[in-house]
């Protein structure tokens, strides 16, 4: 909606509230033309119904609002009498119109001292959930957001199966822009698999200020800017998300606006220097092991590597042992019974497992192996006598295409040779041709609003030929620490500053396996209640705050027994 549209559907709902509550003003000693102006009558409104004026702050926080107005038409209901069961369902069911019939009604009259103590245990305990779910929502809109790392494109720096507090007021908090949406979950409702909100109205981009912009190099969340998923890890039509309703991704910021940006065989150079990432960040490429004897699984997992595939032959499989196995394999190499291989992830198949079903299994000997390395790790296992050589993948090879960004055969990109490329600044002008046309074309028509047209080698903005843009907001360049396993800006471009969520600050739970199903689940307790920023070893302070609850549970303990002793 447009700020003429909203600015219009306020002043409607102005004039339904003052028709449909004057009388009432007036029969509680109030003036009826307090009942017309804005925010002022919501003031007034809350005395006569004897509520906090906070509530009238309530009522102008999107989503927030969706769940105070049933509560305010019941509650104003109530306060001319109108009690009963039947009245309560009338005014929600009504969207608060049957307040109406009380205005116009000249037998309805003003409860000037009435209780507000409710009458039942279940209406106790539904206002206590209502108002702590609305301070819930709150505090995951404007506060703090829990995450879960699902992927690995952060791996060994954040892990999957890390749960994150995600600050929203660091950076600042974005305000809800999708208005009409179920509290505290994203895109999807849980269990219904159905969509959580409704694409309109939309209201516009907002950030309350913050503390501190994005640091290069940080970690952030933010929204996909090219999200097209109605969830993850299903194959299905793509769908149109609102901003705020995208899915959370959350990456490394190499780049901050107007940095020139550029990536030579898999290494990140700013402004024509090399990046240098914090301590903590654990950098990893794909590497080849390579042994003419093979490479044996065992021995990679004794050296504490995690991150490779198996490969086994089956001899006597059948539709029911391979039904059995499913949950523990990646995928088969062939369909032929007499050839049957499988790939595995490094735990392999279970012996028990294949004890139980009575396979004939065999690991294939590999004699090369695809490993994610960092470069430390690498240079150790090169003094290893496991290979007889060790090779980073690089791709080398440039060619013009349409996977890398900016998704045009104009540029011969890769994901390990990049660039030049400037990362795009408010308020910054550059001129535009032909050639940099791919590079902005997504910023100026998707992201900024604008109608983009070519005609030969004119280019039309908004109608008008020119040969210039100024950018609206900043834009960033988010990677994954695991840069050949990560979706990231290589593939879909720069990150509008209207995407931005928040910055990780805690890792307060973490579980090991947590796609595997729960039997396999292992708490990682050196990575509870860690912080995610800070130089050397994570430091858990779980035994700290194991402490700190024991003494205060021992503090309680003795002020009770003393209380009651000297009654």
């Not at 699902?150 to 507090?165: A, R």
């Not at 090219?226 to 190499?254: H, L």
């Not at 998704?407 to 001129?431: A, M, Q, R």
């Amino acid at each position: 909606m447009t700020s003429l549209e909203w600015t219009l559907f306020f002043i409607i709902i102005q004039l339904i509230h003052f028709a449909g509550t004057w009388k009432l003003y007036k029969k509680a000693g109030k003036k009826a033309w307090e009942a017309l102006i804005p925010i002022y009558n919501a003031i007034v409104l809350m005395q006569i119904i004897r509520r906090p004026k906070l509530w009238v702050v309530l009522l102008f926080i999107p989503i927030i609002n969706l769940m105070m107005f049933p509560v305010i038409w019941v509650e104003t209901l109530r306060s001319f009498g109108k009690n009963s069961s039947k009245d309560t369902l009338l005014g929600i069911a009504s969207l608060g119109l049957y307040i109406f019939i009380a205005n116009y009604d000249p037998k309805t009259s003003y409860v000037q001292d009435r209780s507000l103590v409710l009458r039942t245990w279940f209406g106790e305990w539904i206002s206590a959930l209502l108002f702590a779910v609305i301070a819930a929502t709150i505090v995951h809109n404007y506060f703090i957001q829990p995450y879960i790392i699902p992927t690995g494109s952060l791996e060994k720096t954040l892990l999957i199966g890390d749960f994150l507090f995600v600050s929203k007021f660091h950076y600042g908090a974005r305000t809800p822009m999708t208005p009409i949406a179920f509290p505290m979950v994203h895109d999807t409702l849980p269990f219904a698999k159905v969509k959580s909100y409704l694409d309109y109205p939309q209201l516009p981009y907002f950030r309350l200020p913050g503390f501190k912009k994005i640091e290069r190099n940080e970690i952030v969340v933010f929204s996909w800017p090219a999200d097209t998923v109605r969830q993850f890890f299903v194959k299905e039509a793509g769908v149109t998300k609102p901003i705020d309703k995208k899915s959370n991704y959350v990456k490394r910021c190499v780049g901050l606006p107007g940095d020139k940006l550029e990536i030579r065989d898999g290494f990140v150079f700013i402004n024509g220097n090399q990046t240098i990432l914090p301590e903590r960040a654990r950098t990893q490429y794909t590497f080849y092991g390579y042994n003419a004897k093979g490479v044996s699984s065992r021995k990679l997992l004794e050296i504490g590597l995690k991150d490779f595939t198996r490969k086994y032959r089956i001899e006597n499989i059948t539709q029911e042992t391979y039904d059995a196995i499913i949950p523990f394999i990646y995928g088969r190499l062939s369909n032929d019974l007499n050839n049957f291989i499988v790939i595995t992830p490094p735990k392999g198949l279970p012996p028990k497992l294949i004890g139980q079903l009575r396979l004939q299994v065999k690991e294939l000997l590999e004699v090369e192996k695809e490993l994610t390395l960092t470069i430390d790790e690498a240079e150790k296992l090169e003094k290893n006598d496991l290979f007889d050589s060790l090779v980073r993948k690089i791709s080398k090879v440039k060619t013009p295409n349409t996977t890398v960004f900016p998704n045009s055969l104009h540029y011969d990109w890769n994901e390990d040779n990049f660039g030049p490329i400037t990362i795009p600044k408010k308020g910054v002008k550059i001129t535009l041709n032909e050639q940099n046309l791919p590079l902005y074309k997504k910023i100026i028509r998707d992201y900024e609003g604008n109608t983009l047209n070519k005609k030969g080698t004119s280019i039309f903005i908004n109608g008008s030929a020119t040969n210039e843009y100024e950018f609206k907001q900043d834009y960033y360049w988010m990677m994954g620490d695991n840069r050949h396993k990560s979706e990231d800006s290589r593939y879909w471009g720069f990150v509008p500053e209207d995407h931005i969520v928040g910055k990780p600050v805690l890792i307060w739970f973490s579980i090991e396996g947590i796609n595997d199903g729960i039997q396999n689940w292992k708490i990682r307790w050196d990575r509870v209640m860690t912080t995610i920023k800070g130089e050397g070893k994570p430091i858990s302070f779980f035994p700290y705050f194991l402490v700190a609850l024991i003494a205060w549970q021992i503090y309680s303990f003795v002020r009770k027994r003393k209380l009651s002793g000297n009654k």
